[in-house]
């Protein structure tokens, strides 16, 4: 194994591991509140994440909207910078569901930030 090959090999290990601890610490439970984009009313948001994957909810007891107060799929994907991109897979779900994907830094051990792509602002706090 040549220099460059040894050196590329440690860089990626060194990645991995620090997305791994990055992700390992997001487990448990987040609670959060953010806007309806339709309606304007606050949306509770709740997030869990383990080691299987994790969900997305919206939480409304105002509203009987199909796609409130239900699980969705949430993929999460280390960035640098303290920074995680979330995906939510709403359609897999019930069809009609948004899917959407969320860019959010963690400020502090409890605390995620974010905003929506129309930009509406959202904080999550582990519990």
Same mark, same amino acid.
Request: glycine share 8%; net charge positive.
């Given at each position: 194994? =040549?220099? $460059?090959?040894?050196?590329a090999?440690?860089l990626?290990?060194? &990645?991995?591991? *620090? !997305?791994?601890?990055?992700?390992?610490? /997001?487990?448990? #439970?987040? &609670?959060?509140?953010?806007?309806?984009?339709?309606?304007? =009313? %606050?949306?509770q @948001? !709740?997030?869990? @994440?383990s %080691?299987?994957?994790?969900?997305?909810?919206?939480?409304?007891? *105002?509203?009987?909207?199909?796609c /409130? =107060? +239900? %699980?969705?799929? $949430?993929s @999460?994907?280390?960035?640098? =910078?303290?920074?995680?991109?979330? +995906?939510?897979? #709403?359609?897999?779900?019930i069809?009609g569901?948004?899917?959407?994907?969320?860019?959010?830094e963690?400020?502090? %051990?409890?605390?995620?930030t974010?905003?929506f792509?129309? #930009? +509406?602002?959202?904080v999550l706090?582990? !519990?």
């Amino acid at each position: 194994m =040549n220099l $460059l090959t040894k050196t590329a090999s440690m860089l990626l290990l060194v &990645i991995s591991l *620090a !997305q791994a601890q990055t992700t390992d610490t /997001l487990y448990g #439970g987040w &609670i959060g509140t953010t806007k309806s984009p339709s309606t304007a =009313n %606050e949306l509770q @948001i !709740q997030v869990k @994440i383990s %080691e299987a994957g994790g969900t997305w909810r919206y939480v409304s007891a *105002a509203s009987k909207a199909t796609c /409130l =107060n +239900r %699980e969705f799929p $949430l993929s @999460i994907m280390p960035m640098p =910078n303290a920074k995680m991109m979330f +995906r939510v897979d #709403g359609p897999s779900v019930i069809n009609g569901c948004p899917s959407f994907v969320l860019t959010l830094e963690r400020t502090d %051990e409890l605390t995620l930030t974010g905003t929506f792509k129309d #930009g +509406r602002h959202v904080v999550l706090k582990k !519990q």
